[in-house]
């Protein structure tokens, strides 16, 4: 009966793979369809579905921690031309390159915010027991950050790749099978208009192709989350992804030390000017006064905030790297799942069996019929 109803166009020779998930073509859908009630093989495919969802959880983790970790470094440049732009303005003598900065600030001589005197912060040449002996580098970071922008490009792909094959779309045969019904319809009308033959092809609300496109997509819906499963083992197993946060990570770290100390410089620069302002004499305008204040609270309100950026990405890494390990975790042949995983692989066999035996009896009250 059913393989006189079914069209050729539904008929691959897939077969069912061993210890993995079904595909067939619809000729063999009877044939088969008992099988999808073996525990062991929907069990299988609830792990496949565990590891899709593991995978596209570390995409999405990736993403996150690639920018952050991108928009990061553009905070450290940031502060460090901020910084360097500070330190020019206060002393003429910082130069525009590097400068030789002094030990012991002459604050003494800083008497004057608008006109600061030249030589009491930096030294254009080095100055034995004067000035530290090694120039202060004012050039922007520029190429020096490039090997950290290398990192998070190779982190944000690994991210990019799985998420590429989680939101992959699958084979579709049983849009296949509709778009040559459709065909094969528009074919028989033209026949039957000229022979008035009873038509041989079932039309598209008939019981029977509905309940044999449900079972055939839930079929194939397992077949494709399988193959997932099976890209994202040979993707992951080719991706150093754990080498490549932990390296990420200390260079991170590495950043927010020139970070921190740049804008400790900014806020140092800022209580001068502010204690300058106040031993003024005669005194600086209102204006100028309440400008020098604001940049002082402003320094002092930015040293807290921005000391809380590399905690919260440091944080997000250590999630990701952890997502990733419990991806490869699962992706191995037999996969050591906590109790939480084991009850959730339970709940979607179970789910799975239901859907099944709903399909089968679908299809089969639909051939009764």
Not at 142 to 160: N, R
Not at 188 to 216: H, M, N
Not at 228 to 243: L, P, T
Not at 246 to 258: G, N, Q
Request: proline content about 5%; glycine content about 6%; some cysteine.
């Amino acid at each position: 009966m059913v393989d006189g109803f079914l069209p050729d166009v539904l008929a691959p020779t897939r077969r069912i793979q061993r210890g993995g998930c079904i595909a067939v073509g619809a000729r063999s859908l009877l044939r088969i369809a008992v099988v999808v009630f073996a525990a062991g093989t929907l069990g299988s495919c609830g792990l496949n579905q565990i590891r899709v969802g593991y995978a596209g959880d570390v995409a999405a983790k990736g993403k996150v921690a690639a920018a952050a970790s991108r928009d990061f470094l553009v905070t450290v440049d940031q502060t460090r031309v901020a910084a360097n732009l500070d330190l020019i303005a206060m002393d003429p003598a910082c130069a525009p390159l590097q400068t030789y900065v002094r030990r012991q600030p002459d604050l003494q001589a800083f008497k004057d915010p608008a006109n600061p005197p030249k030589g009491w912060l930096c030294a254009t040449a080095a100055v034995k027991d004067v000035t530290y002996d090694q120039p202060f580098s004012l050039a922007p970071l520029g190429g020096d950050l490039e090997p950290t922008f290398v990192l998070i490009d190779a982190l944000g792909a690994y991210a990019s790749g799985l998420a590429a094959i989680v939101d992959e779309k699958g084979d579709d045969p049983v849009g296949d099978l509709t778009d040559a019904l459709a065909l094969v319809r528009s074919a028989e009308g033209l026949l039957d208009s000229l022979s008035g033959a009873a038509p041989i092809v079932p039309a598209a609300d008939d019981k029977r192709l509905t309940a044999i496109q449900g079972f055939a997509q839930f079929l194939v819906d397992l077949q494709n989350e399988k193959t997932k499963a099976d890209r994202i083992r040979k993707y992951v197993a080719s991706q150093g992804s754990a080498d490549t946060i932990r390296a990420l990570r200390d260079h991170l770290s590495a950043w927010e030390l020139s970070r921190r100390s740049d804008e400790n410089l900014r806020f140092v620069l800022a209580a001068v000017l502010i204690k300058g302002a106040q031993a003024a004499d005669p005194p600086l305008p209102a204006d100028r006064r309440r400008g020098i204040a604001k940049n002082y609270y402003d320094r002092a309100a930015a040293r807290v905030s921005s000391a809380k950026l590399k905690p919260a990405i440091d944080a997000v890494l250590v999630e990701l790297g952890a997502a990733d390990d419990d991806l490869r975790r699962v992706l191995r042949d037999k996969p050591n799942l906590t109790a939480a995983e084991r009850a959730r692989l339970a709940e979607i066999t179970r789910e799975r069996i239901g859907k099944a035996f709903d399909l089968l009896t679908a299809l089969v009250t639909s051939f009764k019929a």
